[in-house]
């Protein structure tokens, strides 16, 4: 759903130029020094960027579904440690908040979380618990007017710079699965938690993972995210959900980009007396992509608007994540291909793009792990 035409135009159009003049000229210093310039963070402040999905009460933009994938289609052509920076504010950081906080949550975090004043972050996965991650093990014991939390978490996007945590913990010792998990909000600085030293990673320079431990860390019971325990895992795939169709709409942006890239390089490089862009075989690649890359386009912005009107997109979400990941892997290897040798070496940006983007299949759920989400909910739906 598009509330207003004319001021979505004016955010994206803005976003736009923002990506063609200031980001993709930083492309290789935010790769060398693996830091987002401080400038940038605060053009992204100034541009409303922290706060695109909080609702306006809480000083967010409020963007529907629909209006924050055209959003993630535009802010994605370029190094998505960019989009990283913001992402977790949008999504899996303040989501938990804004779908089941109680008021007094909201109004604490929402609005520093939309100004950018805080960065948030989700910390669910851990070092024996990732596709499974109803299995998690780090528990919370409630112990008067707190809960003390004991565990660790691991790979947790801008954990090394957040300030608050969504923290997903057992609160039922006994008790096996989803339903026995509460979610957490936890501040830096609070006694009994500690970071890990920062991931070395493949791609995605400038974003960054670690650790995040907890021993023996006293959490003030307000702080359990809608007031009520067992029922955290639940908001943890409420916020999942929306998270992989934003990621599916940034591999549309991104592999837009990198097909830009290749069709520019197919007609300027030179191969047997013509541009290499007049071989069939070099045009099939050419075309296969932008094919996928519509196709991908179509589903996100189909599932987004059945998300807008209400419906239950937990299939559509995993199949947009599924197919535009793949179909994003896809593109990268087939850009690498029409640069021959220049794809290969690191002048080119489409070699790092090629390791950017190939963490897109991993998180936020596998491909395998959306297989199995699909096919589940056939197997039910059947069944009914
Ligand atoms: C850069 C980065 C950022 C991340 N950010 C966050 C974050 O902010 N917060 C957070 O909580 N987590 C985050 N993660 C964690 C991420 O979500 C997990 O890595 C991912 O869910 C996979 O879990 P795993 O790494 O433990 O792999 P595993 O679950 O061990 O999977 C290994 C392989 O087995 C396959 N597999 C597992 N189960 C099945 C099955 N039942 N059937 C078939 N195949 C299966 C998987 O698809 C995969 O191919 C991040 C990870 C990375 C790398």
């Given amino acids: 759903m598009i509330r207003d035409e004319e001021t979505l135009g004016l955010l994206l159009d803005s976003v736009s130029r923002f990506v063609r003049e200031q980001l993709i000229p930083l492309e290789d210093e935010l790769a060398e020094t693996d830091r987002v310039p401080a400038q940038v963070v605060e053009q992204m402040r100034e541009l409303g960027l922290f706060g695109l999905c909080i609702p306006e009460e809480y000083g967010g933009l409020a963007l529907t579904m629909e209006e924050e994938v055209l959003f993630a289609f535009e802010i994605a052509r370029t190094s998505p440690a960019f989009r990283s920076l913001i992402g977790t504010n949008n999504g899996i950081g303040s989501q938990g908040i804004v779908i089941d906080g109680t008021e007094e949550q909201k109004r ?15 910390a669910l996965t851990e070092p024996e618990s990732g596709s499974d991650a109803a299995s998690l093990r780090t528990t919370a014991v409630r112990d008067g007017d707190h809960y003390v939390l004991n565990g660790t978490k691991r790979f947790i996007t801008n954990a090394p710079q957040a300030d608050i945590f969504t923290v997903m913990a057992r609160t039922d010792p006994k008790g096996k699965g989803g339903n026995a998990i509460s979610a957490f909000i936890v501040e830096k600085g ?4 500690s970071l890990g030293k920062v991931d070395k990673k493949m791609g995605q320079r400038g974003a960054h993972t670690c650790d995040v431990v907890f021993e023996d860390c006293r959490v003030p019971a307000a702080n359990l995210i809608g007031g009520k325990e067992g029922v955290g895992f639940k908001t943890a795939m409420k916020v999942l959900d929306k998270g992989r169709l934003h990621i599916a709409a940034v591999c549309v942006g991104v592999a837009g980009r990198m097909l830009d890239d ?4 197919a007609m300027e490089r030179r191969q047997f007396g013509q541009p290499i862009a007049q071989f069939q075989l070099i045009q099939a690649m050419l075309a296969d992509s932008r094919a996928e890359i519509y196709a991908a386009r179509c589903m996100v912005l189909d599932a987004a608007r059945r998300r807008d009107a209400g419906g239950d997109v937990s299939t559509e979400a995993s199949c947009c994540k599924l197919f535009a990941s793949e179909m994003c892997g896809r593109v990268a290897d087939r850009a690498v291909q029409i640069h021959g040798g220049a794809g290969y070496v690191s002048d080119y ?13 991993i998180y936020e759920g596998t491909t395998q792990i959306q297989q199995l989400v699909i096919a589940r909910n056939m197997i039910r739906e059947a069944g009914n």
């Fill in 190 to 193: 609070t006694p009994g938690l």
């Fill in 262 to 265: 290749a069709l520019r390089y």
């Fill in 349 to 361: 940006s489409i070699e790092r793009f090629y390791r950017d983007v190939r963490l897109f299949r």
């Fill in 108 to 122: 604490n975090y929402l609005p520093r979380l939309a100004s950018g004043e805080i960065i948030g972050s989700f």
